[in-house]
């Protein structure tokens, strides 16, 4: 068997390159407002009085009061739910939407992937397109000459790259549009969910490639819906809520206040069925912990690393057993209780856990002051790095998760590295064990 060249191994992620102190895009109190108007005449009208003070047609704010800053070699992912505002916010600064209120600053040469559609001329090829693209983001016809085959080698659209874009499946647009983007050395890369169109080899080659813009300093704002796309790619992330900067910090904390809203809102209207509950139980324990969610009802009280011989260690090697403790107590009575945990890589990327309900492990019923414990224990297979863990307790009753109640969940409530062993490397994320069967034939 070939052994991987070290250049195609995935190594530990490298510290990225720290972004400059100068800010390239600056967001200052950006609102942008529609008006919304319930009767078609109302439109006209207001086009009509709006001069004179007479204003028909409700106000709708799709963003408000939007104020941060980027700066040079920074990679910022946008979240938010459908209709919270991302996608404003990025045409807005693209500058192909103007703000209602509000000012935007931003230096350097910008390449936007906005929204099928944008971008190109449908009537033109897609080699005039790029051409036409190259010449908006100022590069002489030489230097795209220079870049041409790149271009066209990337998107791997065949022949199409001389017919109109018009007649492009928008998988083909999002390619030549990401092609043309990447290619053309901007200092700023605005991306939308764009990519989410082009099947998943070319979604893996643009996120290789935006990866190595990045360790190149490239400034990039990223909309995804996915958050693990967005940690893989970003340092940082902006969470938006009705059109609001809800949270801004590093990427895997501000997914994780993501996933947070939208269990809280599971979890309340989940609890809003069980009136005997409580809907909400203060954390007694651990309760520092930053990162932690959920109604209280059942909390954790402790999560420890042991190893083989029962000792507390954050520190292990290929192949040593390795055991999550879970201590828990509870402030209600619980029937279906589970517990279950997470490994999250050094980036926040979900690698593998389970929980109690999935194994099939039935608790008894939970009474008022009861206290337990769970271990989960498991032979590690991943290779050298550095590791989270994540713990959450539940009530479980349904294969399709529809009666779930979170009580309490804790992110990185523990964490370990695994350190080199020369005699066992493990090239990729995590080893499976592997049966391997050869014959070679003799003439
Ligand atoms: N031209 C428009 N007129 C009226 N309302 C609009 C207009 N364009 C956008 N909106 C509204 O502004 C809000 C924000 O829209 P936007 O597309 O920025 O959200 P988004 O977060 O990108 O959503 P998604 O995840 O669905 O793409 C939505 O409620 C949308 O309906």
Not at 84 to 97: D, E, M, N, R, V
Not at 175 to 183: G, N, T
Not at 310 to 318: E, I, V
Not at 354 to 373: A, C, S, Y
């Amino acid at each position: 068997m070939a052994v991987p060249t070290a250049d195609i191994l995935p190594q530990e992620a490298a510290p990225l390159p720290a972004p400059t102190d100068e800010v390239v895009i600056s967001v200052q109190n950006v609102g942008k407002m529609y008006r919304i108007y319930d009767q078609p005449q109302d439109r006209l009208k207001h086009m009509l009085f709006w001069r004179f003070g007479k204003h028909y047609g409700r106000e709708f704010w799709a963003l408000r009061n939007v104020s941060f800053e980027v700066r040079r070699g920074e990679t910022v992912g946008i979240i938010g739910r459908n209709g919270s505002g991302k996608s404003t916010l990025l045409q807005i600064i693209a500058g192909t939407l103007a703000p209602t209120e509000g000012e935007v600053r931003v230096k350097g040469r910008v390449a936007a992937l906005l929204e099928l559609g944008s971008g190109f001329n449908p009537e033109f090829t897609g080699r005039e397109n790029v051409y036409l693209n190259g010449a908006i983001l100022g590069l002489s016809r030489d230097e795209i000459d220079a870049r041409f085959d790149d271009i066209a080698a990337f998107a791997d659209i065949g022949e199409f790259i001389d017919q109109p874009v018009k007649v492009y499946s928008s998988g083909m647009y999002a390619r030549l549009a990401f092609a043309v983007a990447v290619s053309l050395d901007p200092d700023i890369l605005i991306v939308d969910e764009i990519l989410a169109v082009g099947d998943l080899a070319f979604q893996q080659r643009c996120a290789t490639r935006l990866r190595q813009l990045r360790d190149e300093g490239l400034t990039l704002l990223y909309v995804s819906h996915s958050p693990d796309s967005i940690k893989s790619v970003c340092q940082n992330a902006l969470l938006l809520v009705e059109g609001k900067v809800f949270y801004k910090g590093h990427a895997e904390e501000t997914m994780n206040k993501y996933l947070n809203l939208i269990r809280e809102e599971t979890n309340a209207a989940m609890l809003s069925k069980e009136a005997h509950l409580p809907r909400y139980i203060p954390f007694h324990s651990l309760a520092k912990a930053k990162l932690r969610y959920g109604s209280g009802h059942v909390q954790i009280e402790r999560v420890e690393l042991l190893d083989e011989d029962g000792q507390f260690s954050h520190s292990f090697r290929f192949g040593d057993m390795i055991t999550i403790l879970v201590e828990f107590r509870s402030y209600i009575e619980v029937n279906h209780f589970s517990c279950s945990f997470l490994v999250r890589d050094s980036t926040g990327v979900d690698l593998f856990g389970t929980t109690t309900f999935d194994e099939r492990i039935e608790f008894p019923i939970l009474r008022v002051g009861n206290r337990g414990l769970v271990r989960f224990k498991f032979l590690n297979q991943l290779r050298i790095g550095n590791y989270g863990v994540s713990v959450a307790l539940n009530r479980t009753s349904q294969r399709d998760y529809s009666d779930n109640i979170l009580f309490d969940q804790i992110d990185g409530a523990a964490v370990f590295s695994v350190v080199p062993d020369i005699s066992r490397p493990v090239h990729y994320k995590f080893f499976v064990p592997i049966s391997i069967d050869y014959e070679v034939t003799f003439e």
